[in-house]
């Protein structure tokens, strides 16, 4: 599953003249189905169970979640049983989107709850209910969420030989996990990580700087202004957007998280926001499978 980090630096007029260096970690090219970040954040779950001989993995996700789907195939890979609490009763008795099909193809088993229920996800008496019911199993926080999440973020920086080269990472945030892992990454070095959040984290992402500097290490700078109306949301000048930057660069944003981050990197790029020199590594969280629940980029 793993495999030694791909950079690629992106080359336009736009660049150059904006005299800033712009890299992408390629996590999207990880795997065809466990693209991304969300392998990373499984892998320390995968290992707590393999050592406590757990059976089965139990999580949290919307119907569109990549973290659901890449845990379907994780788990099956590595031989266990597991099961999607979906957001959504009403969704048991329809057809699958083409995520929770995949989910059901690769072994997992759906159980749709109510939007009421979903929001217990991290109760204690509500996750010890579950618990009861599947004695054997590791209950894994929505989006692998918590340290044990952070800490396989860390091994996927970790593969980078000259990580503190880059002034900036950036990455999208959904449970900002990834983000907070890449933060923890680069503690010791004068790298920033910058996040754009694909839906309103105002909020979370307070408690998260709050809980960055207990640990001494630098807040999270966070770019707000780049949700287009929260998750999920794409509108058609975000596929633009995404149709432009495949065409310039050769690599496509996924339309939940990284078009809006490569939108607001751009965005600020043109505004000036970097002094000339600066180098960003840009990290390609993947995410590819949710153009399924999207028109295609169609001209
Ligand atoms: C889940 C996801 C994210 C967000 O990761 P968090 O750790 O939840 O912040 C970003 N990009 C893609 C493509 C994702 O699937």
């Known amino acids: 599953m793993e495999k030694p980090a791909i950079i690629d630096h992106l080359f336009s007029d736009f660049l150059k003249e904006h005299k800033v ?5 390629r996590e999207d090219l990880l795997h065809p189905q466990i693209s ?3 392998y990373w954040k499984l892998k320390y779950f995968i290992k707590e169970a393999q050592e406590k001989n757990y059976n089965t993995l139990i999580s949290f996700g919307g119907a569109y979640s990549n973290h659901i789907h890449a845990l379907a195939y994780t788990g099956k890979k590595f031989g266990f049983k597991t099961i999607g609490i979906i957001r959504g009763e009403e969704l ?11 989910a059901e193809q690769y072994g997992m088993k759906l159980d749709f709850i109510s939007r009421k229920d979903y929001k217990m996800r991290f109760d204690t008496k509500f996750l010890d209910t579950i618990k009861k019911k599947h004695p054997n199993s590791l209950i894994i926080p929505e989006g692998g969420a918590g340290d044990t999440g952070e800490k396989g973020v860390v091994d996927m920086i970790g593969r980078i030989q000259n990580i503190s080269q880059y002034n900036y990472i950036l990455v999208c945030s959904g449970t900002s996990t990834t983000a907070i892992g890449i933060a923890k990454a680069v503690k010791d070095s004068e ?19 709050d809980r960055l500097v207990k640990y001494g290490i630098d807040p999270l700078i966070s770019w707000q202004e780049y949700t287009f109306g929260g998750y999920g ?18 690599i496509l944003p996924d339309p939940v998280y990284t078009s809006k981050g490569l ?31 999207y028109n295609k980029l169609s001209d």
């Open 21 to 25: 260096q712009v890299d992408i970690l």
């Open 36 to 38: 991304g970040n969300k």
């Open 92 to 102: 048991a008795a329809k057809e699958r989107n083409p995520t929770l099909y995949d």
């Open 191 to 209: 790298t920033k990580v910058i996040t754009v959040p694909a839906l309103n984290l105002r909020q979370t992402l307070l408690n998260v700087n």
């Open 233 to 250: 949301k794409f509108p058609d000048e975000l596929r633009s957007f995404c149709k432009d930057f495949q065409k310039e660069y050769n």
């Open 263 to 293: 939108y607001g990197l751009l965005d600020k790029i043109s505004q000036g926001y970097f002094k000339k020199g600066t180098k960003i590594l840009f990290v390609h969280t993947g995410g590819l499978q949710g153009w399924r629940g």
